[in-house]
C-alpha cells in the first residue's frame, strides 16, 4: 500500500495535475496519518529526553534510587527510541533502515546493565556449621563464615548449628513466584516515599510470612535439626540469625537491619526462618539499600541456626574506639544475661576501657544500675527479668574475664588485620563463646579547632556519649512510637528514647540524632557512623526537655545541643559523602547511560550526521528528530496539493513569512498562495506571533567599527551568511504548524533560530526547545551573544545548554497558558536580538540592551492577562 | 472523535476493577477480562479499537496474546502495560506490533491519551484502506 501511496504522490509532483475528490481524499488521509506518526515521534521524542534529563540527574544526584529505577527508566528510553525509528521509517520509508540495526546494537549492549544475569548459586540448601570456611562466604554469608572460620582458625569456642544456605533461600524465593511478585509490586510502588516504602515493606513481609517452605527445604532443615539433637541427646534451642549475602559490600555494615530469633524450638523453626526472610523487606533493610544503592539480588539472605547460648552475660567488644580513630583501647560492653540490650541500645551497659599490651589492662570502668536482663524461656522465646539485689550494680564481668575477652578480640582483629566488632556471650559454664563478628568502622574524633566552643553559646543540654561525630542543625522532631517515624521530616533531628535499630530508617531523613539511653555499641550508633549522621546517646531528659519543632544545633563532638543555629560552629562541617556514588546500582545506571546519554551527532550540516553515525540512544533520537522535521517539510513543499502546499502569512499585508500547514493548524482550508492571521488556529503559532510582533524592531544596533569588520570577514567565509545563496530552508522563515504544533526556522540578519513546541491540554506531552546558532562576527562574540541569550532564559526557567556557540533552551510539562507565555518571550527574542553579536565586545552596551529586553518582555507579559482566547481568535 | 472501544486484560483483578471504574467514570467504553484466552475470546464476539493488556498473566502471557490478536485482527491496537519492567519484553512487543509499553504505575490520564492516539492511529488506517479501496474502484 506504501508503495501505491508513494506513486500516487508523485504523480502530482511531477505532473502538477489536479487531484481528482477521491484522489484529494486520500491525500488527506494521507496527510493527517503522516502528521499522526510525526506527533507521536515528537511525543517519544520528547519523552526520551525527559527520560536523559533523569538519568543525568539521578547519577550526578545524591538522592537515593532502586534497581527498577534503572530498569524502568532504560525500558522506558528504549522503548521510546524504538518508536522514533519506527515513526522516521513510516515518515521516509526505506530511507532510514539502517537505524534499526544501530537501535539493536546498542540496546544489546545496555541490556547487561539493566538485566544482568545472576549467577545461580550451586551448592546444598543446609550446611552444617562444621563444614563451614571463609571459602563458603557465597553459600553461607559471611557472617556465618567469619564465625566457622575463627573456630577452625583460631580454636575459638561457638556454638553448634548449621546454615540455611543463598541455595535454599534461593529455592524458597522461587517456589510459588514469590520473589517475581516481590518485584512486581517494588515496580509498581514509589519507594522513595516513606509511606509507600511502609505499605510495600509491610505487604511483602506477610507474603513471605505467608508463604510455605518448599518440600526440599523444608526436609533439609528437618535433617539438619535431627542431627543437631542425636549429637547432643536432647532437644537443642537455636537462635536464629540473619547472614545475608553482601553484608560485607564496600563499607556497607547492614547493622541491625534484620532480625535474629531467639531461642527457638524445633517445630517454630519454619516460621522463625521465614521472618528473618521476611527482614529483608523490613523498612531499615529496604531503606538502607535504597540509601546505599545495594541491589536486591546481590543481598541473598543465608540464615545461621545455632545452639542457643543460656548466657549469664553477654554483650559487645570493639577492638578499637569507633569515635576515635586514634584511640587504640579495646571497649568492652556488657549486660547481665543475653547481649539484646546491648546492641538493641535499649538499656545502659557497663563498659570497660581496655588498654592493649601483653597483658592488656583495664584503663576505665564504668558500672551502671542495670535493673534489667534477657533470659531463655524454658520452652522457647526470651523474657525480661527484673534485676533484683545487688547484681543490678555489680560488674556482670570479672576483671579476667574482661581481659580475657580483650584478649580473644586482640587475636581476631590480628587474624583479619583489621579493628573487629565481636558479638559475645558468657554460658553457665563461664565459657566465652563468640557469637559473631565484623569489621569495625572507625570516625575520626575532631579536634577543638573543627568543633569551636562559645561560651556565649545558648547551651540547652549537655551530656551523653558521643556516638557518630559532627556537627547539625534542625528542627527537633520527638519520636516515640511507629507513627511518629511515618511523619518523620527531612532534615530533622531526631529525638528518642532509646536508641532502636529500627530508627535506622529515619536516618536518611535526619540530621542528627539524640537519644537519652543506649550505647555506642549499639546498631543505631554504626548506622549513624556509617551515613555520618552526628549523634549524641545517653543524654538525660533528651525528649522532655527539648520539644518538637525547636530549632538547635547539636554538636555530638561536643556533646552539647545549642539553642537555634550556630552559623560559626555549622562553618566546620565536613562536606556530606554522597553514599550513592560509586555504589552497584550507581555503576549499573551509569553503564546504561554511556549508551543512552551522550550526544555525538552535534551538527545536521555534517558529514557524520548520518545512522551509521549513531552511538547512542541520544544520536539516534537528535538524528531523527532532524530528519522528521526534514520530511515534514520537504513533503509539504515538494508536492502539488494546494491545500497543503506552504503559505505566505497576510496580517492585513503580505509578510515574509511562510506557513505550511501540517494537519489542523487552519480554521478553513486555504487554496491560495495566501494565508490571512485570523484563519491561523494554531496555538503555539500565535503564541510566538504575539511576541515577535509585540514591539517592532527598531533595526541593529550601532555597530562598533571592530563588529563590522568581523562580519564582513565572517560573510566572506560563511556562504550561509549571505542573502544570495539560498540553502533548503535557510531562506526563508517557515512556520510549521497545527493546532497544538509548531516549528518556526528563522533566519533574521545573520541568526538561525529554531522554536519548536507542542502545546495542548495534554501538560505531560507539552514542552518548548530553542535553538540558536550560527551567526555573523568571530567566535567570541557569537560565544558572548549565545551566554547573553541564555542570562536572558535561565531566570525564567528555561534549561540551557551550550555546547560551542550553539545554544538550547528547553522547558517542558507547563500548563497551556504558561507555555503560551514562554513562547511569547522566545518570539519576542527572535526579533530582538538580531545583530546584538556586533557589539557584544562592548559591555556597557550590552547591559543596555539587556535591561532593555528584559523591561520589554516585562511590559509585554504584563499588556494582558494571556489566555488561550487572547492568543487565538474567537 | 468517533466512540471507542477498549479492553482491559490484566490477571490482577483488584487493579482491573479500579482501572475500568476510573476509566468508564471519564467516558470510556471499557470492558475487562483477566486472561489472554478470555481477550481472544471477546474479541471474536465484539468489536474492540483498543486493547491494554498485562504481560505477566498465567496460562497465555501477553507476548502470545499479543502475537495471536496481531495475527487475527492487524487492525486492533495493543497497549501492553507491565509490573514488570523488561527492556527485551518491550522490544519483542513492539516488533510484534504493539502500539506502546507502558509500566505501571502510570498515571490515569496518560494512559487514556495513549489509548486514544492508539485509538486514531487505528482510525488513519482503516480510513487509508477505504480509500485505497474506493480508488481501485
Not at chain 1, 601483653?358 to 525480661?384: F, M
Not at chain 1, 553457665?428 to 579536634?447: F, I, K, W
Request: with cysteine; net charge neutral.
Amino acid at each position: 500500500m506504501i508503495k501505491r501511496l508513494r506513486s500516487f504522490f508523485s504523480k502530482f509532483q511531477d505532473s502538477g495535475q489536479q487531484p481528482s475528490a477521491a484522489e484529494a481524499e486520500a491525500l488527506r488521509i494521507a496527510f493527517k496519518d503522516r502528521y499522526h506518526h510525526f506527533k507521536l515521534l515528537l511525543n517519544a521524542n520528547n519523552r526520551a529526553l525527559e527520560v536523559m534529563g533523569e538519568i543525568e540527574q539521578a547519577l550526578r544526584g545524591r538522592a537515593p534510587f532502586g534497581m527498577q529505577f534503572v530498569r524502568s527508566r532504560c525500558t522506558r528510553v528504549s522503548t521510546d527510541v524504538f518508536q522514533i525509528v519506527q515513526h522516521i521509517n513510516a515518515l521516509a520509508p526505506k530511507k532510514y533502515e539502517s537505524l534499526l540495526a544501530r537501535f539493536k546494537e546498542i540496546q544489546s549492549r545496555i541490556n547487561p546493565f539493566v538485566h544482568p544475569q545472576a549467577a545461580e548459586p550451586r551448592g546444598p540448601l543446609v550446611m552444617p556449621l562444621s563444614n563451614v570456611d571463609r571459602a563458603s562466604a557465597d553459600l553461607t554469608g559471611p557472617k556465618m563464615a567469619n564465625l566457622a572460620e575463627l573456630a577452625r582458625q583460631l580454636g575459638l569456642t561457638i556454638p553448634h548449628g548449621f546454615v540455611v544456605t543463598s541455595a535454599g533461600f534461593e529455592c524458597f524465593m522461587k517456589s510459588g513466584e514469590l520473589q517475581a511478585e516481590i518485584n512486581r509490586r517494588t515496580q509498581a510502588a514509589e519507594i522513595e516515599r516513606p509511606d509507600h516504602l511502609y505499605a510495600l515493606s509491610t505487604a511483602i513481609q506477610q507474603l513471605i510470612i505467608q508463604s510455605p517452605l518448599p518440600d526440599e527445604l523444608a526436609l533439609a532443615i528437618a535433617e539438619a535439626c535431627q542431627k543437631m539433637e542425636t549429637a547432643a541427646g536432647r532437644q537443642v534451642p537455636l537462635a536464629v540469625r540473619s547472614s545475608a549475602i553482601g553484608e560485607d559490600l564496600s563499607g556497607a555494615s547492614f547493622a541491625g537491619q534484620y532480625r535474629s530469633v531467639l531461642n527457638v524450638g524445633r517445630e517454630t523453626l519454619g516460621e522463625a526462618f521465614k521472618e528473618v526472610v521476611a527482614s529483608k523487606y523490613g523498612q531499615p533493610a529496604m531503606t538502607y539499600r535504597l540509601r546505599r544503592g545495594i541491589r536486591d539480588e546481590d543481598v541473598p539472605m543465608c540464615v545461621g541456626c545455632l545452639q542457643m547460648v543460656n548466657a549469664k552475660a553477654g554483650g559487645v567488644l570493639y577492638t578499637r574506639n569507633p569515635v576515635d580513630i586514634r584511640d587504640d583501647a579495646l571497649i568492652v560492653h556488657a549486660t547481665w544475661g543475653l547481649p539484646k540490650t546491648v546492641v538493641d541500645g535499649t538499656a545502659p551497659t557497663d563498659q570497660f576501657n581496655i588498654r592493649r599490651g601483653s597483658p592488656p589492662t583495664i584503663a576505665d570502668r564504668r558500672i551502671p544500675h542495670k535493673p534489667q536482663r534477657y533470659v531463655c524461656y524454658a520452652e522457647e522465646g526470651v523474657c525480661r527479668l527484673t534485676t533484683t539485689g545487688d547484681q543490678a550494680d555489680r560488674p556482670c564481668l570479672t576483671d579476667a574475664q574482661a581481659l580475657a575477652l580483650a584478649e580473644m578480640g586482640m587475636r581476631i582483629e590480628n587474624y583479619y588485620g583489621q579493628p573487629q566488632d565481636v558479638e559475645w556471650a558468657l554460658d553457665g559454664d563461664d565459657q566465652l563463646v563468640l557469637l559473631q563478628c565484623r569489621p569495625l568502622q572507625q570516625s575520626t574524633a575532631r579536634t577543638t579547632d573543627m568543633t569551636p566552643v562559645d561560651s556565649r553559646w545558648p547551651v540547652c543540654l549537655q551530656g551523653g556519649q558521643t556516638a557518630s561525630n559532627g556537627v547539625a542543625a534542625g528542627k527537633v522532631f520527638i519520636v516515640t512510637k511507629e507513627a511518629d517515624a511515618l511523619q518523620f521530616p527531612k532534615g530533622a533531628i531526631l529525638v528518642t528514647v532509646q536508641a532502636l535499630p529500627r530508627w535506622a530508617m529515619l536516618l536518611d531523613r535526619a540530621a542528627a540524632v539524640i537519644t537519652e539511653q543506649g550505647g555506642l555499641a549499639g546498631h543505631l550508633a554504626n548506622v549513624a557512623r556509617e551515613f555520618q549522621i552526628p549523634a549524641i546517646f545517653g543524654m538525660p531528659e533528651a525528649t522532655t526537655r527539648l520539644s518538637s519543632l525547636q530549632a538547635v544545633t547539636v554538636d555530638a563532638d561536643g556533646c552539647r545541643i545549642y539553642e537555634g543555629r550556630i552559623e560559626a560552629l555549622l562553618a566546620h562541617r565536613d562536606a556530606p559523602r554522597n553514599l550513592m556514588a560509586g555504589s552497584r546500582i550507581w555503576q549499573m545506571l551509569d553503564g546504561a547511560a554511556q549508551m543512552i546519554v551522550p550526544l555525538n551527532l552535534l551538527n545536521p550540516d555534517s558529514p557524520d550526521f548520518k545512522p551509521d553515525r549513531c552511538r547512542t540512544f541520544h544520536d539516534i533520537t537528535r538524528f531523527c528528530h532532524e530528519k522528521a522535521v526534514h520530511e515534514m517539510f520537504r513533503f509539504g513543499k515538494a508536492h502539488h496539493f494546494p491545500e497543503r502546499s506552504s503559505k505566505q502569512l497576510r496580517a492585513k499585508v503580505p509578510m515574509q513569512w511562510w506557513i505550511l500547514n501540517l494537519d489542523d493548524g487552519f480554521k478553513t482550508e486555504v487554496e491560495g498562495h495566501f494565508v490571512e492571521l485570523e484563519n491561523i488556529i494554531s496555538i503555539p503559532m500565535r503564541a510566538l506571533w504575539a511576541g515577535i510582533t509585540a514591539q517592532p524592531w527598531e533595526g541593529p544596533p550601532p555597530v562598533d567599527g571592530k563588529g563590522f569588520m568581523s562580519v564582513m570577514f565572517q560573510a566572506t567565509t560563511n556562504q550561509a551568511l549571505l542573502p544570495t545563496v539560498r540553502t533548503t530552508m535557510a531562506n526563508r522563515n517557515y512556520f510549521m504548524i497545527s493546532q497544538n504544533y509548531c516549528s518556526l526556522q528563522s533566519r533574521l540578519g545573520f541568526h538561525f533560530s529554531i522554536v519548536e513546541a507542542l502545546v495542548s491540554e495534554r501538560t505531560a506531552e507539552n514542552y518548548i526547545n530553542f535553538h540558536f546558532k550560527g551567526g555573523g562576527a568571530d567566535f567570541a562574540r557569537r560565544l558572548k551573544r549565545v551566554q547573553f541569550i541564555r542570562d536572558l532564559l535561565e531566570p525564567y526557567g528555561f534549561r540551557i545548554t551550550i555546547k560551542e556557540d550553539h545554544l538550547n533552551a528547553r522547558i517542558e510539562q507547563y500548563i497551556m497558558s504558561t507555555m503560551i507565555q514562554y513562547l511569547k518571550i522566545l518570539g519576542f527574542l527572535t526579533i530582538h536580538t538580531r545583530q546584538l553579536d556586533m557589539i557584544m565586545a562592548n559591555p556597557a552596551v550590552l547591559a543596555h540592551y539587556r535591561q532593555k529586553i528584559l523591561t520589554d518582555i516585562d511590559t509585554m507579559l504584563a499588556a494582558k492577562a494571556t489566555t488561550t482566547e487572547e492568543v487565538l481568535p474567537a | 472523535m468517533e466512540s471507542l472501544r477498549a479492553l482491559f486484560v490484566d490477571d490482577e483483578t483488584e487493579y482491573l476493577q479500579t482501572a475500568i471504574k476510573r476509566m468508564k467514570k471519564r467516558g470510556m467504553d471499557v470492558t475487562g477480562v483477566s486472561s489472554g484466552s478470555e481477550a481472544l475470546a471477546i474479541l471474536s464476539e465484539q468489536a474492540m479499537d483498543v486493547v491494554v493488556m498485562d504481560m505477566r498473566m498465567p496460562g497465555m502471557d501477553g507476548i502470545q496474546a499479543l502475537r495471536e490478536i496481531k495475527q487475527r485482527y492487524p487492525l486492533v491496537e495493543v497497549i501492553m502495560l507491565t509490573g514488570h519492567a523488561s527492556m527485551e519484553a518491550a522490544i519483542q512487543g513492539m516488533e510484534l506490533g504493539a502500539f506502546d509499553y507502558l509500566m505501571k504505575p502510570i498515571d490515569i490520564d496518560e494512559l487514556i491519551y495513549k489509548i486514544q492516539d492508539a485509538f486514531q492511529k487505528r482510525q488513519l488506517q482503516i480510513k487509508k484502506i477505504e480509500t485505497m479501496e474506493k480508488m481501485r474502484r
